[in-house]
């Protein structure tokens, strides 16, 4: 019989946070600082026991014995995608306020297993915080299998977040329930390159403008701003943000060997927008991104919301960027245009690529890299 036939994916909440706090939990207790737990992606370590990020595509990865495990988050943490060995990923909710311990299997056959974890939402509002795990009692962790050598980094907007992909009404507005980052174009094609990605991405943000913003700009918080940092600090008036919102990123903590850009959508919408501004404002992002990662190569890509006008015009400054960087000296820049959105069946929330057209858009992404990077 299948492994997978004794797997029980739970998703319900066994304790209260502060009962976490302050009763005995019936069994081995892992904290997020065991050497076994695998990390990838934007984390803060600034308190190693509370390990916070507020970007989509975070992922925990540990192997460990027995037969059950229960894993530990902050309340209202999110949404995470689960997986157990080899069966389906299956969707973990921490949304309730007193929700901070919930069951990602039972009944296993008692072994080693392997857990991987991905945040598959835009934390902005959540600030979420992995607190451990927990295992079957005497049981603990052991070596997992490292990261793919292959390093990828996204840079975008709510397309690469994956907002909206699992809704099922171009109509309907942004709810966290349908955004999954897990089944992204990016995720995606980093699976089938069986790369690992980092992402830097938030909804609504542009290359110099994010959406319904001024013509000037965003000066405070466009891409080039956010990507030294750690998280994105949505709102800077905002008190009860999280110290780590503030700390620049340690770049040498993950070096890719490409970087992708999808930005633009955003800079252009609105009808309300600047050229000249929107062109310097991918200059100054490229400058920044070839800064902190001198091997990589830099891949500028358009899709899949933008049309008519206002496409060709991403696609001409993407352009020209690109070829007056070459014609710089930077020979590893490069330009790729994913196919825009072409059917009422590929709509997902608010008008977003939906499931279905981000495995479109990967299968492209995914052909181009391989060519590019040699990955086959």
């Known amino acids: 019989m299948k492994k997978s036939l004794f797997i029980a994916l739970l998703a319900i909440v066994c304790q209260a946070a502060s009962a976490v706090k302050t ?11 065991d050497t076994h737990i695998r990390y990838a992606g934007r984390i803060s370590f600034a308190n190693p026991e509370r390990p916070a990020w507020n970007y989509p595509g975070i ?21 995470f995608m689960a997986q157990i060995d080899q069966a389906e990923p299956f969707k973990v909710a921490f949304r309730g306020e007193r929700d901070s311990l919930v069951t990602l299997a039972t009944a296993l056959p008692d072994g080693r297993h392997l857990v991987r974890l991905m945040y598959v939402i835009e934390g902005y509002e959540f600030f979420p915080e992995f607190w451990g ?12 299998p490292a990261f793919p050598s292959r390093k990828i980094e996204f ?27 897990y089944y992204s174009y990016a995720s995606i094609a980093a699976r089938s390159l069986e790369a690992q990605h980092w992402v830097v991405a938030r ?25 030294e940092y750690t998280g994105y600090a949505w709102n800077p008036d905002l008190r ?26 955003n800079d ?17 992002l490229l400058q920044q991104v070839r ?16 049309g008519g006008k206002e496409l060709q015009l991403a696609r001409q400054l993407l352009d020209e960027v690109a070829a007056e960087a070459r014609k710089a000296g930077d020979q590893e820049v490069y330009r790729f245009d994913l196919s825009p959105i072409d059917d009422e069946a590929f709509y997902g929330n608010d008008y977003h690529p939906n499931v279905y057209e981000d495995e479109k858009m990967a299968a492209e992404l995914t052909a181009y890299l391989r060519k590019l990077m040699g990955w086959f």
């Open 133 to 144: 795990f927990v295992l079957d009692p005497g049981r603990r962790l052991v070596e997992a």
């Open 240 to 265: 009860k943000q999280p110290t780590f919102l503030s700390e620049r990123w340690d770049f040498s903590r993950y070096q890719p060997d490409v970087v992708c850009i999808n930005l633009g959508t």
């Open 291 to 306: 800064r902190h990662n001198p091997q990589a190569k830099i891949l500028f890509l358009t899709g899949s919301m933008l």
């Open 23 to 33: 009763m005995p939990l019936k069994g081995t207790v892992v904290s997020p600082t």
């Open 268 to 284: 252009l919408s609105t009808d309300n927008y600047d050229l000249q501004l929107l062109k310097q404002g991918y200059q100054k």
């Open 59 to 79: 992922q925990i990865v540990a192997a460990f014995e027995g037969t059950s495990l229960r894993m530990l988050a902050k309340p209202r943490s999110g949404y």
């Open 203 to 227: 909804s609504g943000i542009g290359a110099y403008r994010n959406y319904g913003e001024p013509k000037s700009g965003s000066p405070g918080s466009c891409m080039p701003v956010q990507y």
């Open 155 to 181: 840079i975008g907007n709510s397309i690469t977040c994956g907002y909206g992909n699992e809704g099922l009404c171009k109509e309907d507005h942004f709810d966290y329930a349908t955004e999954n980052h």
